[in-house]
């Protein structure tokens, strides 16, 4: 608990720092606190000392959590990584905002099921800069096929782009991603300009526990830190 008090408080400063470096507001930069492989009880301290959103990578972990704390109605989950095509309806709807989309079958999926739900639902698309194999989203060259497909979907709305890039031991080296990633939703964003219904400023998810301070430096709007607040996870077992 008092680690947990002193971490978030530290994240919190970082932040702050890297954003006033950046000539930024700290405001700007959401703090998605990642407490997956942590019990609920340590969600409802974080949430007891200010922080409000949370993200979670598993949707029975998460369901299980949700329900242990549906007393505290401003919490708002982010849902986090591939959603299985199976569970894509217990999330829908549920969540504050979906980091991320990631292929075509997917998102016709998820809005198939908002659409039947009558729910919408606020959804990042996930890039894949590194087009690394082991990893989802599309690729930079396909984003757009991607944008138009969720600017039809009438249920998804298309709040911005997340990555998950090469880790790397040395933070610095991210920063090229960041970049990257910076740069295709400058591109998109042009071509979203009149166009209905479209966000005009999209999101930025970037940035984890190594490495968020570079990524608010180049531009995040919503970093999502796990083993810095919450410490060390135990590898999940599934
Ligand atoms: C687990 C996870 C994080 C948090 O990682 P930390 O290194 O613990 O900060 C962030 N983003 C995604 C997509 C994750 O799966």
Not at 6 to 35: C, H, Q, Y
Not at 69 to 74: F, G, I, K, N, V
Not at 168 to 179: G, N, S
Request: a neutral charge; charged letters at 25%; hydrophobic letters at 45%.
């Amino acid at each position: 608990m008092v680690e947990l008090a002193a971490n978030l408080e530290a994240v919190r400063a970082a932040i702050a720092a890297a954003a006033a470096a950046a000539g930024r507001r700290a405001d700007e930069i959401t703090l998605v606190a990642v407490s997956k492989g942590h019990p609920a009880e340590a969600v409802r301290a974080a949430y007891a000392l200010g922080q409000r959103d949370f993200g979670e990578n598993y949707v029975q972990e998460w369901q299980e959590k949700a329900a242990q704390l549906a007393d505290l109605p401003d919490l708002r989950w982010h849902f986090l990584g591939h959603l299985q095509r199976n569970k894509i309806r217990h999330v829908i709807g549920h969540v504050a905002l979906l980091h991320a989309a990631d292929d075509m079958a997917g998102i016709d999926e998820m809005q198939r099921t908002a659409w039947s739900q009558n729910l919408q639902q606020d959804v990042l698309l996930q890039i894949n800069l590194a087009e690394e194999a082991q990893k989802r989203g599309c690729g930079e060259e396909d984003a757009e096929l991607f944008l138009d497909v969720l600017l039809r979907s009438p249920n998804l709305h298309l709040r911005g782009l997340m990555t998950l890039p090469p880790a790397d031991e040395e933070p610095e080296l991210t920063r090229v991603w960041f970049k990257r990633l910076r740069a295709l939703r400058d591109r998109l964003q042009v071509r979203l300009r009149g166009r209905p219904g479209a966000s005009t400023s999209l999101w930025l998810s970037m940035g984890m526990s190594g490495d968020f301070p570079v990524a608010i430096a180049e531009g995040a709007t919503h970093v999502r830190v796990g083993t810095a607040i919450f410490g060390a996870r135990t590898p999940k077992v599934r």
